[in-house]
């Protein structure tokens, strides 16, 4: 019933907005280290939580110990986008969804084909000098001589353009997610607790009637919803568009 419904909404909307967590792309094979236990060994032996390891401050102060965890956990180049992802290009190209808002910084919305898709986090696809701003891809990254990429301009640190616990999100994709949000007819949720803010604040942007939150696990804002499916976002997606390209 609920997905009959979501497929009817979908079909009558015009300006639809995604809005994504880490869940989106657990069915690429890519986890989600809030769902486990959060606690990982640094090289000395002293147990880091998830928000340590991926602090400003630890990548200040301990370069070598974030790179060997985040070349190991944060970069999976062989995956691929799933039926979300592909879902959600085709209704970009069918003129109906008008923005991707993001928290994950895998690049796979691109990858399937997505244009607009504002990434509050950042990607690894893109990285930086920290002293001369020379910019690099993942792969200069990846294939380093050293742990630690360093600039072969000006031996500065080469860092992620992505969002580390301790710093603010980029300001210019909150603001276009904000207005995408506000101008939307429909907003659709998916494969995100609704727990960490700013991300989470979006949520009370949106003033339309056709709010729907997909999500294996209840949110805080369930109760806010139009409507509400605990099932696997890409079956839901892949499903909807079918029915809707149907009825069209």
Known sequence: MSLAKFSSMLHGSERVVFLGGAGVSTESGIP???SQVGLFKTRDEQACSLERLLSHSFFIRYPDEFYKFYKSKM????????RAHLAL???EEQGKVKAIITQNIDGLHQAAGSKNV???HGSIHRNYCMDCREEYTIEAVINSE???PLCSNCNGIIRPDVTLYEEPLNSEAMQRASEHIRDADMLIIG?????V???ASLVSLYNGDRLVIINQSPTPYDDKANIVIN?????ILESAVSKASVVS
């Not at 970069?75 to 799933?82: D, E, G, R, S, W």
């Not at 099932?231 to 079956?235: E, I, M, Q, V």
């Open 197 to 199: 803010n700013p991300a």
């Open 118 to 120: 504002l990434e509050l």
């Open 231 to 235: 099932d696997s976002l890409g079956r």
């Open 89 to 91: 290009a085709k209704l």
């Open 146 to 148: 050293v742990l630690v």
């Open 32 to 34: 989600d280290f809030r």
């Open 191 to 195: 494969g995100t607790s609704l727990l």
């Open 75 to 82: 970069i999976h180049l062989k995956a691929k986008p799933n």
